[in-house]
């Protein structure tokens, strides 16, 4: 018996429908991208899975992306997304990565171990913020942890409307949590560093054990990834799970305002200081060190948030910078190649 997945279990909705003319409405096969290959796509359509060589015509594509393919399952167009989740290249590449395409909520995994650490749960939550996702921040290795409580209360304490569950990610009675973000038609991806156990979530919540998980490694154990590819995980009549390699650097660009919006206290307080130019620094009337000074804000919080805009206004600029060179020398290539041209026809 062949399984039929209805495509709204797959995340389609009205929004991507509405992208279609006429003839892709009948001929067309709307496919969803499921794992990427160096040379291939996973694909998942209504039929089942299909396999996709990667070819020039395509766009930048990721995981979550929706496709259309044409009557003979080849590529047709990728459709326009709803929202996706990019960084900065790690390292000293100047290129923008994308990690995730059309997510509703991103699971920011942490473990309740060494791991865990304020100022990389606010830095998960920019561009999450930035790609309109519902963010949820999950606390694993609670039954390892004494006083799992004060963790999640820390948590608390950065977004009273922050959602923030501890959880045993072996045990499903303790990972049903978090079924409210997995139904059917929802995609949740996992984002966090190796080891705080995402793979480990991703099979308890499906219920089987697709995925491989590392063992428990120790504090010098750093830069060994169990996962090495992302891909995405349909649990049988629910929703759509996105593992990811756990990342080393999460280097932050173009999300200003998703920095905005996780600190908008600070934000608020920006607003308030006596001069528009304030440097936050010891300027008379300034909200921030006022705040600070009352204890009411986290020193370490604003530092966090300074250095968070610094970085990706950086990263921004050097983004746009190397767009534009590229942009340049195609310029350049074309005009030879018209010249050339002009030459060979004689004029
Ligand atoms: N006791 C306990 N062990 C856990 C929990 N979550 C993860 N682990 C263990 O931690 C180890 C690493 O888990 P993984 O799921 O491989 O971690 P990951 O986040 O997928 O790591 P990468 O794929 O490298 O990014 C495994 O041995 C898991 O069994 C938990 O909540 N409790
Ligand atoms: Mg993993
Ligand atoms: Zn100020």
């Keep these: 018996m062949t399984t039929i997945y209805p495509l709204s279990q797959l995340g389609w909705t009205a929004f991507f ?3 279609l003319n006429l003839d892709e409405w009948t001929d067309a096969t709307p496919a969803r991208v499921m794992a990427q290959h160096r040379s291939r796509l996973e694909l998942l359509c209504e039929q089942g899975p299909i396999d996709l060589p990667i070819t020039a015509a395509m766009p930048p594509l990721t995981v979550g992306d929706w496709l259309l393919l044409n009557a003979d399952h080849s590529y047709g167009r990728a459709l326009e997304r709803l929202s996706v989740f990019s960084r900065k290249a790690a390292g000293s590449k100047v290129s923008e990565q994308l990690i995730a395409a059309n997510v509703d909520t991103v699971f920011i995994t942490t473990a309740l171990n060494r791991n865990f650490n304020l100022n990389r749960i ?31 209360q820390q948590v608390q304490a950065l977004d009273p409307m922050l959602m923030v569950e ?41 219920g089987q054990h697709n995925q491989q998980t590392g063992a428990a490694r120790g504090a010098d154990d750093k830069g060994r990834h169990t996962t090495t590819g992302r891909s995405l995980w349909l649990i049988p009549d629910g929703g759509l799970l996105l593992d990811t390699p756990g990342m080393r650097e999460l280097q932050l660009a173009g999300c200003e305002s998703g920095i905005e919006e996780t600190f908008a ?3 608020e307080l920006i607003r308030q200081c006596r001069y528009n130019d304030c440097q936050h620094g010891n300027e008379p009337g300034c909200a921030v060190q006022a705040t600070i000074e009352s204890a009411q804000l986290d020193e370490r919080r604003f530092a966090n948030y300074q250095k968070l805009m610094r970085e990706q206004a950086h990263n921004s600029a050097s983004l746009a910078e190397r767009r534009a060179k590229e942009r340049d020398f195609s310029r350049y290539c074309r005009s030879v190649m018209d010249q050339s041209k002009r030459h060979k026809q004689g004029r």
């Design 265 to 267: 206290d600070i934000s």
């Design 122 to 152: 606010e830095r998960y939550l920019a561009p999450t913020r930035e790609a309109g996702a519902e963010a949820v921040v999950v606390l694993t290795q609670a039954d390892l942890c004494e006083h799992p409580d004060d963790f999640r």
């Design 166 to 206: 501890t959880v045993n990610a072996l045990d499903a009675s303790s990972t049903a949590v978090l079924q409210p973000w997995c139904r059917a038609g929802q995609t949740v991806a996992l984002l966090g560093s190796s080891g705080v156990g995402k793979s480990t979530l991703i099979n308890t919540l499906l």
């Design 17 to 19: 429908q509405q992208q």
